[in-house]
Nanobody, 131 residues
């Protein structure tokens, strides 16, 4: 059982930056695929970025790749996953969730982008971008 706790959300002005962090507890975290999703009242939970167990393979949603600088990373020694977001825009306002998928549910090199694939979720952290 993996438990995830997000932190780092808050209020930021448009054009600003935030770094989200996800602290994981449980066995074999370093073997899990990890991802960040986000959700608003108007939109379903959507994939933002994902990273494979060793951190060498990453993926980003097309909706965020071109608009603001975003980088997902992980530190398996500290059992954490980070999401650095720069040049944020108002439409990035959402609750951001950390998610984990065990290795036996992963293909050789893919990063799942669908919500049902992920077994474990954090409680979410609010990101609000203002003018």
């Amino acid at each position: 059982q993996v438990q995830l706790v997000e932190s780092g959300g808050g209020l930021v002005q448009a054009g600003g930056s935030l770094r989200l962090s996800c602290a994981a507890s449980g066995p074999d975290f370093s073997t899990y695929g990890m991802a960040w999703f986000r959700q608003t009242l108007e939109k379903d939970r959507e994939f933002v970025a994902g990273i494979r167990s060793r951190g060498r393979i990453t993926a980003y949603a097309d909706s965020v790749k071109g608009r603001f600088t975003i980088t997902i990373s992980r530190d398996n020694g500290k059992d954490t996953v980070g999401l650095q977001m720069n040049s944020l825009e108002i439409e990035d306002t959402a609750v951001y969730f950390c998610a984990a998928v065990p290795p036996w549910r992963l293909g050789r090199s893919d990063i799942p982008r669908t919500r049902p694939t992920y077994n474990y979720w954090g409680q979410g952290t609010q990101v609000t971008v203002s003018l």
